[in-house]
């Protein structure tokens, strides 16, 4: 379809996007009052945030990405249920980096819901940066991870998201997409034997796909626009409703 | 109200309050497809915008308040109008500073829709920075800034954002508020004389101390909280509907 039809057919379309509100039920409500979300990843959760900023619910120390989004959803439409909400996302990291600042910037925080997004660098840096890590690198490096937070927090809420590459996106390869998947799927196993939400970013973007081309969402594959953002937020938004 | 009970009473009345996504009607749609939106004012508007960035539509250029909530959901629910979003405010800025700004900051830019929002610090600093202007200097610098703009580009669209207090701020002193009444006045008497949209900001924070106090929405009464953005960004969009 070339670029002036599907503008064309989104505009006819228009009406049937739309982003979700999200408001809490009086029983999670009751659930979430007062509680902490921490944010924790890469550079797609880190989204420039400014990390002199400690404290939670502040604009530049959530970055401008998805937990920004996320987070202004939630303030707004859950009036005021005090919800604390912070971002510790550092741009480039695996997830062994998250485990050499864990103590720091997630179980000192004390999160009652623990959010994660990493993956992408273990496997581009495995092809880019001479980064030595295979997908069990991956896998085990993320169980230990989580066992340690689960040890210290046992009564903590984890939301798993899925490591994903937008197809199209210019800093992709050929064939990294089917590669990758064993990346998505390791995530996936995690989350179901721990028993944590999980967050499909990767379907979300695939569907995005169908409105608009990954330039729109996500131009380089890796890092989202500001829609592309939205969208994130929506997934998440749409699996805390199961937390 | 005491705290616990108003927490109570908006947990039930939760189902009430939600984000209003806002989406262009086909011929909206027509008439603003590629069309450049700029966003200029004081603090409010700059919101830790990183000033290095020049381009539309990126995170930290558009920066962390009512400015990125509202491209957000403009680029996010209407898909892809290729919509430009500039943030041009600067922090501290009177009504007499954007005018000498002017050229490089909004005219330069060929903005097709404008969205201005001036005014608290010309009441503010005449009361704590020693500056000497009145109500009447800001209505006329304010009405230059409007005929020179319209002269320059004769078919753009504009929308005067009201200027606001919200009562309670820690900023504030005894009285601020109605003093300051003859400023968001002067605004509206500019709306209707040169026929602009109106924003309606000091309704919106108003209505919105019915459901959680000053501190949730804009604690120093001067710059808003995450969700007080997000409700500055639902006052645009409902006026942009009428653009």
């Known amino acids: 379809m070339n670029r002036r039809n599907w503008l064309k057919n989104i505009a ?21 009052t007062g509680k902490r979300v921490l944010f924790q990843g890469d550079s797609i959760t880190d989204a420039g945030r400014d990390r002199e900023l400690s404290e939670p619910n502040h604009p ?17 439409t859950n009036i005021p249920f005090e919800l604390e909400v912070f ?7 695996k997830v062994f980096q998250l485990q050499e600042r864990w103590q720091e910037d997630c179980l000192d925080l004390e999160p009652d819901l623990l959010s994660i997004l990493i993956g992408v660098n273990d496997f581009w840096h495995s092809k880019s ?29 984890i939301m798993i998201g899925e ?16 590669e990758f998947s064993a990346y998505r799927e390791a995530a996936l196993k995690l ?3 721990f028993n944590t939400g999980f967050v499909p970013y990767q379907s979300y973007f695939d569907k995005a796909l169908v409105d608009a081309p990954v330039s729109y969402w996500c131009p380089d594959g890796v890092h989202p626009s500001i829609p592309g953002a939205v969208v ?12």
Chains 1, 2 share one sequence.
């Open 12 to 32: 006819l379309a228009s009406g049937t996007i739309s982003l979700q509100s999200f408001t809490l039920t009086p029983e999670m409500a009751e659930r979430w």
């Open 60 to 76: 530049r120390a959530l970055g401008g990405g998805y937990a920004f989004h996320t987070a202004a959803n939630l303030l707004r």
């Open 87 to 93: 971002n510790r996302g550092i741009s480039g990291n």
């Open 129 to 157: 940066h001479e980064y030595e890590g295979t997908v069990e690198t991956y896998e085990n490096d993320y169980r230990r991870l989580l066992e340690r937070t689960l040890e210290a927090r046992p009564s903590i809420a």
């Open 163 to 178: 490591p994903f590459l937008v197809e199209g996106g210019t800093a992709l390869q050929e064939g990294w997409e089917e």
């Open 191 to 193: 989350a179901r034997e």
């Open 232 to 243: 994130m937020a929506e997934a998440w938004l749409e699996t805390f409703k199961f937390m």
